[in-house]
């Protein structure tokens, strides 16, 4: 079992993508998502990170909240 605390970087990391501040934000605010689209739905994911994805929100545990967090600020510009 992992012992990496869950951290937002940590989840880029696994994703495989840039976990620098500057490269998270840029991401979200690249990847805007309308209000219909869930995080798992997205087309910005390979078929591993969705599962990834999918996967960590299914566990309910603290990679959930992670994964949750990165849902909302994906989903900011649609409740604005």
């Not at 012992?3 to 690249?30: C, V, W």
């Not at 990847?31 to 995080?39: C, S, V, Y």
Request: glycine share 2%.
């Amino acid at each position: 079992m992992s012992q990496t605390r869950p951290r937002m970087t940590n989840l880029f990391e696994q994703l495989g993508l840039d976990s620098s501040e500057a490269s998270i934000q840029k991401f979200i605010e690249t990847h805007q998502l309308d209000a219909d689209t869930t995080i798992v739905q997205a087309n910005i994911w390979t078929e591993s990170q969705r599962q990834f994805l999918a996967e960590k929100l299914s566990s309910d545990g603290e990679w959930a909240t992670i994964v949750d967090q990165l849902n909302e600020s994906l989903h900011e510009d649609s409740v604005k």
